[in-house]
């Protein structure tokens, strides 16, 4: 157990080894250097609570610019890195940020669950936010914002993507990769994407197209679903490929620039403050189906009788 009254700083490398657990208790921060993060070929069991969160973060505490804290910027440690061997890892109610990968999944058996991430944010990372290949990954409640490369990409594998909020709004290069990415292949090996089941949630972000859903030329399997989502993507016209979409909300495409501000309190490219819940102009308030919703929200606050698409639940202030 990584435990301490005090926050812990990190230079190099933890890993866990293969049959090994690690496990991060509630309401621990830790402080990982440029070149640290965690690599798993055991398990790792993230523990934080609703009113404890579990803090993963860069050590450096002082400012790039007067306006803008280190904190803030992308690419301050390596992240989490779940080796082949790793199944059954937990994260609930975790903050992760400023990484270069978030969180990465290698090729596993996909009979055996690699990774549920729940009640979490994944934001601001220098290359992916979760990116899984050939895994079974659950991401339920979960924040996944602002990343150079996708906020989340599969490449083959099982998913599930539930009541989140992907959002690509990356302040530091205009060459951003989507929201959401999904596909039967990586690189030159084919990968079959047996499910990507995605549901109550909002893959959104600048540009006019921010998911990316490809194929290769095999007859390899790639089978996805859509429900109850607001979607920034052109509206899918052909009858076959409709049958995927139900219940989905459109996002219209001149709405390019200030698609953040419709959805979201704060989205300020300029000083890197963004706040992902929801503003009272958006379209999930009141959207998303009863029968995926969890209890409670990202902030473990109860959800309504008609809850909302995303990990947040609307209140007035």
């Not at 596909?183 to 079959?192: D, G, K, M, R, V």
């Not at 309504?304 to 947040?312: A, H, L, R, S």
Request: glycine letters at 6%; charged letters at 25%; aromatic letters at 12%.
């Amino acid at each position: 157990t990584l435990e301490s009254e005090y926050p812990l700083l990190v230079n190099g490398m933890i890993k866990v080894e293969e049959g090994a657990t690690l496990t991060i208790p509630a309401g621990q921060t830790i402080y990982f250097s440029s070149n640290a993060g965690i690599e798993v070929s055991g398990t790792l069991r993230v523990e934080g609570t609703a009113e404890k969160n579990v803090t993963l973060r860069g050590s450096r505490l002082d400012n790039m610019f007067d306006y803008l804290p280190y904190d803030l910027i992308s690419g301050q440690w390596k992240g989490i890195h779940f080796m082949a061997s790793s199944y059954d890892n937990i994260i609930e109610y975790a903050d992760i940020h400023s990484t270069m990968d978030g969180i990465v999944c290698d090729e596993s058996d996909l009979s055996k669950l690699k990774l549920d991430i729940e009640n979490s944010i994944v934001h601001n990372c220098q290359g992916y936010g979760i990116k899984a290949i050939s895994s079974s990954v659950k991401i339920d409640n979960c924040q996944i914002t602002n990343t150079l490369n996708d906020c989340v990409a599969f490449f083959g594998g099982n998913a599930y993507v539930g009541n989140s909020t992907l959002a690509q709004f990356y302040p530091f290069d205009s060459r951003r990769g989507a929201a959401l990415r999904f596909t039967n292949f990586y690189e030159e090996n084919t990968l079959p994407l047996y499910n990507l089941n995605c549901v109550n949630s909002i893959v959104t972000g600048y540009a006019e197209d921010v998911i990316m859903g490809e194929t290769d030329e095999s007859e390899s399997v790639f089978t996805y679903s859509f429900a109850n989502c607001i979607l920034r993507t052109p509206k899918v016209e052909d009858e076959k490929s409709a049958a995927f979409f139900k219940d989905i909300i459109w996002e219209e495409p001149e709405d390019t620039v200030y698609s953040g501000e419709k959805n979201f309190k704060l989205v300020n490219i300029d000083t890197q403050h963004y706040d992902f819940h929801l503003s009272d102009k958006s379209k999930a308030i009141g959207a998303a189906s009863t029968e995926y919703t969890p209890a409670n929200d990202r902030d473990g606050k109860p959800r309504d009788e008609k809850p909302d698409m995303g990990c947040y639940e609307f209140r007035e202030e």
